[in-house]
């Protein structure tokens, strides 16, 4: 990458942006669900781009593990077939030849030990002869949650990794069910791994708009003195998708928009808004404040639920122009399902900073845009100065955009021009894409991730104590919902912003929701 020497002001200040090399050591990755949609869409995609950018060493392998049977050529092919339509990178034959040269196939079971043994005796053969420096073994667990102690509880007994120094193992969310489960899951994989060999990952985190959010607040003088109840009146998460649910009817099921996002997604995003400054930016530092937010997170209950959170589920509509059809008409789900795809809802966090300011959270599936964003809504000044025909019909509001605009916009007020006292709304942006240009390379999210847990950085992964505390603060929510559905779902239709009471939660408070 090359050197980027940004003059940031006319007088002011040249930032020089060092090269960054990642030295990654020889590895063998283990995919657990090596052929599931997980895989195909997003793991061999940026792997492949790894080695695409010549990010990977010389001597890697990758073993996909699952239940069908295949040889290494035929999973070569089902890889090829999964990165011709979902990688960025073209997949020429230079680097499609390295790349699919050390790619590997086991099939079996999950609950089977003869499959473990067959992997065991796989793993040998590639950790390369006695001697050689030991390589690094990532076990990838891109399964289903329930799938998750059956493996994990026969790792350790299959006399693995006979040559490797180093093991780590990576477990996709969501990480349990509930806390019960997730402590249950927390004690099976600490009985075979350290905590230091541990990364529980949350693509979230691995998105480069989420990971500036604490830069943009504590690299910045002139916010933080801001950021809180004093001059802030509430704050807005959104996380919007347009897409349904598309072959995972099955796993959604089970899991619903509340284990899907709400306890994951959304809950790191609230924290990276309301945390405490850390101590140093270290991932011990940084996971400490985030625990104490969760930890001050009011808890709910049945009257608060019932009153501020809603719950939906989309119907037929038409997403782009495109008729789409209800939840329960998708692949894998009942015709009767309760199952919630939408979440709005109201939290307070106890604390000093934020006593008595509402974090408005909401978000679904089939929803009018794909939008993720935080807002920080400010209070209006103190005195009205300018007469009523010129109000701000917005407060200023801070707007972090996550996607798909990666970007940073404060509204605020001026005058128009003219001589009549008229104030009018403009907006001061940063945009990634426009402003930091120069062949600056965005890493995905998964890359970032993979990087950081094989240069054994645990920053941007979640610790034991945050995944229960996260559970801790939507277990009420899920309890109740699961014990009196909604009778009317679907109560949405596709292609909209969710049910009307989602829009009566925000009226009811003199406030709304951002719309786009
Ligand atoms: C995943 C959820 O974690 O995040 C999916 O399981 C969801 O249901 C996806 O679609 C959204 O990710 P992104 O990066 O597209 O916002």
Known sequence: MPDINAQVSGESQTCRIFPERVDIEPFIM??????????????????????????????????????????????????????????????????????????????????????????????????????????????????????????????????????????RLIIEKPFGRDRASAAELNRLVSQAFDESQIYRIDHYLGKETVQNILFFRFANSIFEPLWNRRYIDHVQITVAETLGVENRGRFYEEAGVVRDIVQNHMMQLLALVAMEPPTGFEADYIRD???????????????????????????????????????????DTSPGSTTPTFFAGKFYIDNWRWAGIPFYLRTGKRLKKRITEISIHFRQPPLRLFGTTCELRDRNILVLGVQPAEEITLHIGVKHPGVGNQLFPVNM????????????????????????????????????????????????????????????FPNYSAGTWGPAAANDLMYSEGRRWRTW
Not at 145 to 162: M, N, Q
Not at 300 to 327: C, L, S, W
Request: aromatic letters at 12%; hydrophobic letters at 35%; a negative charge.
């Open 289 to 331: 404040e985030k625990v104490k937010v969760y930890r001050t997170i009011r808890s709910m209950d049945e009257d608060y639920i019932r009153k501020f959170t809603v719950a939906g589920q989309y119907g037929p509509g038409r997403i782009n122009g495109h008729a789409v059809p209800a939840y329960r008409e998708e692949k």
């Open 429 to 488: 942006v940063f945009n990634y894409e426009r402003d930091i240009h120069d062949n600056v390379h965005f890493p995905l999210a998964y890359e970032r991730l993979l990087l950081d847990c094989m240069k054994g950085d645990h920053t941007l992964f979640a610790r034991q104590d945050g995944i229960e505390a996260m559970w801790s603060v939507v277990d009420p929510i899920i309890q109740q919902w699961e014990n009196t559905p909604v009778k009317e």
């Open 30 to 167: 283990v995919i657990f669900g090596g052929s599931g949609d997980l895989s195909r869409r997003k793991l061999l995609p940026t792997l492949f781009h790894l080695c695409h950018d010549q990010n990977l060493p010389d001597d890697f392998a990758i073993i996909g593990f699952a239940s069908s049977g295949r040889s290494d050529e035929e999973y070569r092919a089902l890889v090829k077939k999964a990165l011709e339509e979902f990688s960025t990178d073209p997949v020429q034959s230079g680097c499609w030849d390295r790349f699919s040269r050390n790619l590997f196939y086991v099939s079996g079971g999950f609950e089977d030990e003869n499959s473990y043994r067959r992997l065991s005796a796989r793993l040998e053969e590639l950790a390369g002869p006695a001697g050689k420096p030991p390589k690094q073994i990532i076990y990838y667990m891109a399964v289903p949650p329930h799938f998750l102690p059956a493996i994990v509880k026969r790792l350790p007994y299959c006399g693995f990794c006979r040559t490797a120094a180093d093991e």
